[in-house]
Nanobody
Framework: VQLQASGGGLVEAGGSLRLSCALS????????IGWFRQAPGKGREFVAA????????SYADSAKGRFTISRDNAQNTVYLQMNSLKPEDTAVYHC?????????????????WGQGTLVTVSS
């Protein structure tokens, strides 16, 4: 299983970006998918997750109302739409595949991780 995150870049505060997570290898349609981020000098932080059906979602408080996670199982892709970006959103964003179909904020419940994509928000 391989995960490839893309869509990061430099954006001004208040702007938007859409991250994509493309999965290859064994099917992921039965697995939850999560987005995590790691800012310079900080630990990994949960951002959002979606269950295997794409019906239930979960967000960190910092992402609620601004970010939207979605998935297209036919395309083996998960998206993270990020609006109203803030400088504190600056980080490397990683997508990860959960061990099961659930959604979870706990990194230990994910067993495959992508390389990440850098998001930089200027003030």
């Amino acid at each position: 299983v391989q995960l490839q995150a893309s869509g990061g870049g430099l954006v001004e505060a208040g702007g938007s970006l859409r991250l994509s997570c493309a999965l290859s290898g064994r099917t992921f349609s039965n697995n939850g998918i999560g987005w995590f981020r790691q800012a310079p000098g900080k630990g990994r932080e949960f951002v959002a997750a979606i269950d295997w059906r794409g019906i239930r979602t979960s967000y960190a408080d910092s992402a609620k109302g601004r970010f939207t996670i979605s998935r297209d199982n036919a395309q083996n892709t998960v998206y993270l739409q990020m609006n109203s970006l803030k400088p504190e959103d600056t980080a490397v964003y990683h997508c990860a595949r959960a061990r099961g179909g659930w959604l979870s904020p706990e990194a230990s419940t994910y067993n495959y991780w992508g390389q990440g994509t850098l998001v930089t928000v200027s003030s």
